[in-house]
């Protein structure tokens, strides 16, 4: 059960657009179309952000957009905020009824 | 509105045992798989347990198997865990989750549960 891999840090100003990868295998995010996105304010508990890949549970901003292209599956923030400032973290499906995560990304509104 | 109510933490000896319950509110318990994730302190997410919606079905992480349990009693709506054997390096908030798409529906603070001498 290897985690994903993500990169520690992202940042970006108010109003523009960050993404964030999230790189598997073809064992977990490449194999199944189950990756799903949190977001983390400090002390808080994770937030469910995308699920399947792309979609968003209701009260989510459609500033949120997910997606995937092979091993690798995207986090798109548009129109940053400075309550988009948080950490995230991807979860994929990694067959015979196992779940990983990435290791997190910190989100910076400059 | 779904509400997932963590409890049972607390501070126990390298080797104890501890129970943790999650109280379910505002959907179908019995419909949904659930799950355990865990977070050590300062550290990213790490999923711990799952359970069919009947109960049948367990799966853990290879980090736990055989030393914690995962359970549920549908006409309670409450999911539980089993913690035995416990490692200073199981140190961390549990949450509880509902199955959501294949992703985790967090919605308590979680219950901290400290392994220390």
């Known amino acids: 059960q290897s985690a994903l891999t993500q990169p520690p840090s992202a940042s970006g100003s108010p109003g523009q657009s960050v993404t964030i990868p999230c790189t598997g295998t073809?064992?977990?995010?490449?194999?199944?179309?189950?990756v799903s996105w949190y977001q983390q304010h400090p002390g808080k508990a994770p937030k469910l952000m995308i699920y399947?890949?792309?979609k968003r549970p209701e009260g989510v901003p459609d500033r949120f957009s997910g997606s995937k292209s092979g091993n690798t599956a995207s986090l798109t923030v548009s129109g940053l905020q400075a309550e988009d400032e948080a950490d995230y973290y991807c979860?994929?499906?990694?067959?015979?009824?196992?779940?990983?995560f990435g290791g997190g990304t910190k989100l910076t509104v400059l | 509105q779904m509400q997932l109510v963590e409890s049972g933490g607390g501070v126990v000896q390298p080797g104890g045992s501890l129970r943790l319950s999650c109280a379910a509110s505002?959907?179908?318990?019995?419909?949904?798989?659930m799950h355990w994730v865990r977070q050590a302190p300062g550290k990213g997410l790490e999923w711990v347990a799952f359970?069919?919606?009947?109960?049948?079905?367990?799966y853990y992480a290879d980090s736990v198997r055989g030393r914690f349990t995962i359970s549920r009693d549908n006409s309670k709506n409450t999911l539980y865990l089993q913690l035995n054997s416990l490692r200073t390096d199981d140190t961390s908030v549990f949450y509880c989750?509902?199955?959501w798409g294949w992703g985790f529906a967090i919605r308590g603070q979680g219950t901290l549960v400290t392994v220390s001498s």
């Open positions: 399947e890949v792309s």
């Open positions: 979860s994929s499906y990694a067959g015979s009824n196992n779940w990983v």
């Open positions: 989750a509902r199955d």
């Open positions: 073809s064992s977990d995010v490449g194999g199944y179309n189950f």
């Open positions: 359970i069919r919606s009947d109960g049948t079905d367990k």
């Open positions: 505002g959907f179908t318990f019995s419909s949904y798989g």
